[in-house]
């Protein structure tokens, strides 16, 4: 498989992966609001500087969002950046996608319930997203939607749920029935970088993935916008 390296920062957890010749490695920090004096750093202990294809660099994988602002543009202007110089496709991989897989990938979710993957928006609202599991990757059931907790609205016919990220700290103010649903909650995890690869991996091999022009991050909501690297300037 492709080699790719992986940037995830939309979350409390600033982590970065290389996956390369069958093996990964990965620096993982849970570090709120320091995720861009520790980026680049982190990066330079996977691999040193320079153009990333002469290191054998395939791709580059990123989570596109839904989660911090700051946190996605940083990872989007990072991923841009690196793609202009070393002219690497990009592939954008959901943050509740990639933390769903960490929860497979950790045991905490069995593979047969369906995951609530969440992300607290901090304004009174989550991100969220239903994922049902085929062959041990996530697979979209519904979302992404950014609501209050108690407009969280469960799939039919499902019995059994885990729930998995920050915004299942709001549990007490989900609905009745969902909560009735709850096999698990886990609220400290986060999503990790090496769990971008797999999932980028499926996108190259349907060549869908983006230029270096194209990365923008995911808001979901839609009165946020990005900048391209050229419109931007310094933060006000």
Known sequence: MKAILAIETATDACSVALYQGGE??????????????????????LLPPGNLRDQ?????????????FTGLRIAA????GLAYASDLPVVPVSTLSCQAATALRQGLTDGRRTVLSTVDARINEIYWAFFSCDSGAPVLRAGPFATPPEQVLLPDKLESIDIVGSGARYLDRFPGALRDSVAEAHPDLLPEARDLVPLAHSSLAAEDWQTALEVRPVYVRDEISWKKLGEQGRPQ
């Open 77 to 80: 202007s990072a991923v841009q």
């Open 56 to 68: 054998g660099i395939e791709a580059l994988a990123y989570g596109c969002g839904p989660g911090s």
């Open 24 to 45: 990964f490695r990965q620096c993982h920090e849970v570090l709120p609001r320091q995720h861009s004096q520790r980026l680049f750093p982190m990066l330079s202990e």
